[in-house]
C-alpha cells in the first residue's frame, strides 16, 4: 500500500465546457485550475444521466447521486429511475405503504394529498410521478385529492411555473366527476417554502407546513393567480415566490384534518428530510410551532434517511449501496477525513457512504462541519470555503490520515442564485483555496485529485425559445473536471469518454495501491 494521503477535493457544481454563454467557470480568474490543467494529467468524466444512474443523458446530475457515485465506484439506479421502475412494475401501488394511506382515505371518506416540486426537472421530483399516483388514486376509488405544489424556477427554466400548473390542472380537469374531486390546494417557491435542507433554516418549513397543514396564508383563487400576481408584486423568479393559500368563499380548498394520508412526492432525500420530520414528529418537536397537528399518516417517495428512519413510512426502496470506498478503507485500516461546511456536509459523509448517518468505523472515520451562514450565498459567494480549507489543511499536517475529502459548495450553491458577477466571485474563491491545499501537499508529500459532482456555475444563461437570453439556475449537462497532481510521482490516465463519477474511487485506491472491490468500474490510471 503507497502511504502517501491522498486528498480529494469536490469542487461543487464547477462543470467543464468550451461554451462561453453564462460560463463563469471559464470568465473566473483561475490560475490554480489553469496551471493544474496545463501541468497534470486531468480529463473531463461524466456526471450526469446514465454515469450516475439517471434514466438517460437528458437528466442532469446533482449532488445526491453524483457523491454516491463518488463514493461507492459503482453506478445504482437512482432518483427518477428508481421511482420510474417501481411506477412502471406496479411495484409502489402493491407496497403497503400505499395500500394503507389509501386504504385510511377511503375508509375514512377523507382527503389524499400529494406535497411536492412540480416540476420535470427530475433532480427533486418528476410531475409524471404525481400524475401517475392521481390516476392510480382515482382508479382504486379515492374520491378526494388535493395537491400542494412547491414551483421550482432551478432545475428547470426560472419563470417555467406556469406551464407546470397547466399541465397538473389539466389532469386534474379530466379525473374530476361526480365520483372524484381534485385541486391545487397551496404552495410557494422552494427556496421560500418547505424544501430547506441540512436544518439550515427551520422556518422555511414552518411556512410551508402553515399553509399545506393549515391552510394559512394569503389566499388566492388558483394558482395561475398567485403566481401572476406575486410576479408582478415582487419581480422574482419562481423558486422565490411566496407562499399562497387556494381558497373558495374565504375558506382554504385543502387544510389537512383528522383521518387524512399525506404523500410527499420527492425522491431526492436532502430537501424532503425536515418536513417529515415536522409530520412524524411527535409531542416532543420543537423545531416550531406546528399548532394542531392533524392525525394523518404520512409517507415519502422513499426513505430520505434510512438510519434516523426519515419518513418512517415510504413507497420505493432506495438502492441498496454496498462496497464502498469508505468500507474498503476501513477494512485497511486507513484513517479518513471528510469536512465541507453544512450545505454539503450531508454529501460527503452520508451520500458518501451509501446513504448511511453512521460512520463505518468511529475509529478510522472523522467528519467535521462548518456552519453555513443562513442568508442569500450570493451575498458572500466565498461562503465558508477558507474554514473548510484551513480543516483540510490542519488535517494533512496532522499526518494521521491516508484520505482526506471536502467539498467547496460554492459553485453550486451560488449558482444557484442566478447571480453570475456572484459566481465567478465563488469560483475564483475555491481557486485560491486549491492553492493553499497545494502548497501543503507539497509540502507533505501527497497526492491532489480534483473533482466536481456536476456542473452549474459553467452554465448560467441559455438561449430561450425568443432568441434571447435568459437566467439558467439549474445544474448543467456538461461534464466535470477529474485531475491528478502528484509533486512526487508520475501518472498518466487512459483516453476515452466512457469514465464517470464512479470511476473516480478506483482511481483513488489505485493511486493508494489498495485493491478495489471486484463490483467497482475500473480506474483511469494507465497500469
Same mark, same amino acid.
Given at each position: 500500500m503507497n502511504n502517501k494521503p491522498v486528498v480529494l477535493v469536490v469542487m461543487d457544481g464547477v462543470g467543464e465546457t468550451p461554451e462561453t454563454l453564462g460560463n463563469m467557470v471559464m470568465s473566473a480568474t483561475t490560475p490554480t485550475l489553469d496551471e493544474?490543467?496545463?501541468?497534470? !494529467?486531468?480529463?473531463?468524466?461524466?456526471?450526469?444521466?446514465?454515469?450516475?444512474?439517471?434514466?438517460?443523458?437528458?437528466?442532469?446530475?446533482?449532488?445526491?447521486?453524483?457523491?454516491?457515485?463518488?463514493?461507492?465506484?459503482?453506478?445504482?439506479?437512482?432518483?427518477?429511475?428508481?421511482?420510474?421502475?417501481?411506477?412502471?412494475?406496479g411495484k409502489i401501488y402493491a407496497s403497503e405503504t400505499w395500500q394503507e394511506l389509501v386504504g385510511q382515505v377511503k375508509a375514512n371518506a377523507s382527503t389524499?394529498?400529494?406535497?411536492?416540486?412540480?416540476?420535470?426537472?427530475?433532480?427533486?421530483?418528476?410531475?409524471?410521478?404525481?400524475?401517475?399516483?392521481?390516476?392510480?388514486?382515482?382508479?382504486?376509488?379515492?374520491?378526494?385529492?388535493?395537491?400542494?405544489?412547491?414551483?421550482?424556477?432551478?432545475?428547470? !427554466?426560472?419563470?417555467?411555473?406556469?406551464?407546470?400548473?397547466?399541465?397538473?390542472?389539466?389532469?386534474?380537469?379530466?379525473?374530476?366527476?361526480?365520483?372524484?374531486d381534485g385541486c391545487i390546494a397551496s404552495g410557494g417557491g422552494r427556496m421560500k417554502v418547505t424544501m430547506d435542507r441540512y436544518q439550515a433554516n427551520w422556518a422555511m418549513v414552518e411556512a410551508g407546513w402553515n399553509v399545506h397543514v393549515h391552510g394559512q396564508g394569503r389566499q388566492f383563487a388558483s394558482a395561475t393567480e398567485a403566481i401572476e400576481t406575486y410576479r408582478a408584486e415582487t419581480g422574482v423568479i419562481d423558486q422565490d415566490l411566496p407562499a399562497f393559500v387556494i381558497a373558495k368563499d374565504g375558506e382554504p380548498v385543502g387544510k389537512m384534518a383528522d383521518g387524512d394520508s399525506v404523500i410527499l412526492y420527492n425522491f431526492r432525500g436532502d430537501r424532503a428530510q425536515e418536513i417529515s420530520m415536522a409530520f412524524d414528529g411527535d409531542a416532543s418537536f420543537d423545531k416550531f410551532d406546528r399548532g394542531v397537528v392533524p392525525n394523518v399518516k404520512y409517507a415519502g417517495m422513499l426513505q430520505y434517511d434510512g438510519d434516523l428512519n426519515i419518513p418512517n413510512k415510504f413507497l420505493v426502496n432506495p438502492p441498496e449501496i454496498k462496497d464502498t470506498l469508505t468500507e474498503l478503507l476501513v477494512k485497511a485500516g486507513v484513517n479518513e477525513y471528510a469536512c465541507s461546511e453544512t450545505q454539503k456536509y450531508g454529501h460527503v459523509t452520508y451520500f458518501w457512504n451509501g446513504n448511511r448517518s453512521e460512520k463505518f468505523s468511529e475509529e478510522l472515520e472523522t467528519w467535521e462541519e462548518v456552519p453555513s451562514d443562513v442568508r442569500s450565498f450570493d451575498e458572500? !459567494?466565498?461562503?465558508?470555503?477558507?474554514?473548510?480549507?484551513?480543516?483540510?489543511?490542519?488535517?494533512?499536517?496532522?499526518?494521521?490520515?491516508?484520505?482526506?475529502?471536502?467539498?467547496?459548495?460554492?459553485?453550486?450553491?451560488?449558482?444557484?442564485?442566478?447571480?453570475?458577477?456572484?459566481?465567478?466571485?465563488?469560483?475564483?474563491?475555491?481557486?485560491?483555496?486549491?492553492?493553499?491545499?497545494?502548497?501543503?501537499?507539497d509540502e507533505v508529500g501527497a497526492i491532489l485529485c480534483i473533482t466536481a459532482d456536476h456542473g452549474n456555475a459553467d452554465q448560467m444563461l441559455e438561449k430561450n425559445k425568443k432568441d434571447g437570453i435568459a437566467p439558467r439556475t439549474a445544474h448543467s449537462l456538461n461534464p466535470v473536471p477529474f485531475i491528478v497532481y502528484d509533486p512526487n510521482g508520475r501518472h498518466e490516465l487512459k483516453e476515452g469518454t466512457g469514465f464517470g463519477l464512479a470511476n473516480v474511487a478506483p482511481t483513488i485506491v489505485d493511486l493508494m495501491g489498495i485493491e478495489p472491490f471486484a463490483s467497482w468500474e475500473e480506474s483511469m490510471l494507465k497500469k
Open positions: 493544474l490543467k496545463a501541468t497534470c !494529467p486531468w480529463q473531463i468524466i461524466k456526471a450526469h444521466g446514465a454515469a450516475v444512474g439517471l434514466p438517460s443523458d437528458d437528466d442532469m446530475g446533482n449532488s445526491e447521486v453524483g457523491h454516491n457515485a463518488l463514493g461507492c465506484g459503482q453506478v445504482y439506479s437512482q432518483g427518477a429511475k428508481l421511482v420510474n421502475e417501481s411506477i412502471e412494475s389524499l394529498h400529494f406535497i411536492g416540486l412540480l416540476s420535470d426537472g427530475n433532480v427533486h421530483s418528476n410531475i409524471s410521478h404525481l400524475i401517475a399516483m392521481l390516476k392510480q388514486a382515482k382508479a382504486e376509488g379515492v374520491k378526494r385529492v388535493r395537491c400542494h405544489i412547491l414551483l421550482d424556477g432551478r432545475d428547470v !427554466p426560472a419563470t417555467s411555473a406556469l406551464e407546470y400548473v397547466q399541465q397538473l390542472e389539466d389532469v386534474l380537469t379530466s379525473l374530476n366527476d361526480a365520483d372524484f458572500c !459567494p466565498w461562503m465558508k470555503a477558507t474554514e473548510v480549507t484551513d480543516l483540510v489543511i490542519a488535517a494533512l499536517q496532522s499526518g494521521k490520515y491516508g484520505f482526506i475529502r471536502c467539498n467547496f459548495p460554492n459553485g453550486d450553491m451560488v449558482g444557484h442564485t442566478g447571480n453570475c458577477l456572484a459566481t465567478e466571485i465563488a469560483v475564483e474563491t475555491v481557486d485560491l483555496c486549491l492553492a493553499r491545499i497545494k502548497k501543503v501537499v
